[in-house]
C-alpha cells in the first residue's frame, strides 16, 4: 500500500504561484508513475501532469503548459506541482496519484493510489 498526502494548497491572487508537495508513505514510489489531477467546483475530475518513474518523460494539460511543472525527488519519496501564473479557473482540489504500472499519463482509470487532496483557491 501507498499511502499519498497534498500539502502546499491554499488562497492565492491570480498572477501569483504555490508549490504542491505530495508525500509518499509505505512504498517508495521510484518505481511508480506519478501524476496529478484536479476537481473545480461543479466539474470533474481532469489530469493535470504526470511525471515518469524516473522522472525523464513529463505530460502536461494543455490548459496548464507553461504554467505548471510536475518534479520529483525520489530519494525523499515526494512529488511536486509547480503553479506559476495563476488563474481563477485554477480552482480546485489538487489531488496527487500513484499507478504502479508507471505510464498511465493522463488515463485517471490506470491510477492506484490517491491522496485526498489539497485546496487551490485563486481569487481575482
Known amino acids: 500500500q501507498v499511502q499519498l498526502v497534498e500539502s502546499g494548497g491554499g488562497l492565492v491572487q491570480a498572477g501569483g504561484s504555490l508549490r504542491l508537495s505530495c508525500a509518499a508513505s509505505?512504498?517508495?514510489?521510484?518505481?511508480?508513475?506519478m501524476g496529478w489531477f484536479r476537481q473545480g467546483p461543479g466539474k470533474e475530475r481532469e489530469f493535470v501532469a504526470f511525471i515518469s518513474r524516473g522522472g525523464v518523460f513529463t505530460q502536461h494539460a494543455d490548459s496548464v503548459k507553461g504554467r505548471f511543472t510536475i518534479s520529483r525527488d525520489n530519494a525523499k519519496n515526494t512529488v511536486y506541482l509547480q503553479m506559476n501564473s495563476l488563474k481563477p479557473e485554477d480552482t480546485a482540489v489538487y489531488y496527487c496519484?500513484?499507478?504502479?504500472?508507471?505510464?498511465?499519463?493522463?488515463?485517471?482509470?490506470?491510477?492506484?493510489?490517491w491522496g485526498q487532496g489539497t485546496q487551490v483557491t485563486v481569487s481575482s
Open positions: 509505505g512504498r517508495t514510489i521510484s518505481n511508480y508513475g
Open positions: 496519484a500513484a499507478d504502479r504500472g508507471g505510464n498511465s499519463g493522463s488515463s485517471e482509470e490506470k491510477y492506484d493510489y
